[in-house]
């Protein structure tokens, strides 16, 4: 069973701090997608990633694919009150036929 | 603007009760996910359709749960009789494409079997 850790599962900030959240797995991704759902809403895409230590940027947020692809991180800047929300991160696993499995997710508040 | 619309948005049942949920995905895309989320198990895939075919529904019960498509823009999420531990967000998403292009999430089912 191929499975997606993330961590913090909770993180309450204060407006201009940085963060950084992390997925993590024991199994290899052809891709790795970060996706925000705030309350009462579906899930929006933020980022695909591809190739392993590939590093892609969004404004403030600094997304990184894992050398190994099993894992990958997202850093944000000067955090403001809208990046709120739940952070998904969602891998395609080669081993399996086209599947893409969700994390739990990391809750993030940022207080103004 | 494009978007995946979902219908009910709230529904409160009774146990035992069939539930169905419909969802409409964009115009064109061929992939269609159903997602269940929970506070305690995050997001979970029930069943994924690609061109009104289905390919997997390996995480659904099939004892109480049916997926469908029967057209190219209409899916369904059908459980009977439904339970409380059924009490969970269903979310719809489309593609077009595979898996890994970007998934558009509808605004979900508040679904709460009493």
């Known amino acids: 069973t191929q499975l997606l850790e993330q961590s913090p599962q909770f993180l309450s900030i204060q407006e201009g701090e940085n963060l950084t959240v992390y997925c993590n797995s024991s199994s290899v991704f052809s891709s790795l997608q970060w996706y925000r759902q705030e309350p009462g809403e579906g899930p929006v895409l933020l980022v695909t990633v591809v190739t392993g230590g590939e590093v892609k940027k969004l404004k403030r947020l600094t997304f990184q694919f894992g050398d190994a692809r099993k894992d990958s991180s997202l850093h944000i800047t000067a955090a403001q009150p809208g990046d709120t929300g739940l952070y998904l991160c969602?891998?395609?696993?080669?081993?399996?036929?086209?599947?893409?499995?969700f994390g739990p997710g990391t809750s993030l508040s940022v207080i103004p | 603007d494009a978007r995946v619309t979902q219908t009910p948005r709230h529904k409160v049942t009774e146990m035992g009760q069939e539930v169905t949920m419909r969802c409409q995905p964009i115009?064109?895309?061929?992939?269609v996910f159903w997602y269940r989320q929970t506070m305690m198990q995050g997001l979970e895939l029930l069943a994924y359709?690609?061109?009104?075919?289905?390919?997997?529904d390996s995480g659904m019960p099939k004892d109480r749960f049916s997926a469908e498509m029967p057209d190219a823009t209409l899916a369904t999420l059908k459980i009977q009789p439904s339970e409380p531990r059924d009490s969970a967000v269903y979310f719809c998403?489309?593609?077009?494409?595979?898996?890994?292009?970007?998934?558009?999430f509808g605004p979900g089912t508040r679904l709460t079997v009493l």
């Open positions: 969602a891998g395609a696993v080669i081993s399996s036929y086209d599947k893409v499995i």
């Open positions: 115009l064109g895309h061929n992939t």
């Open positions: 998403a489309s593609v077009f494409g595979g898996v890994t292009d970007t998934q558009y």
């Open positions: 359709f690609r061109n009104r075919a289905p390919l997997d």
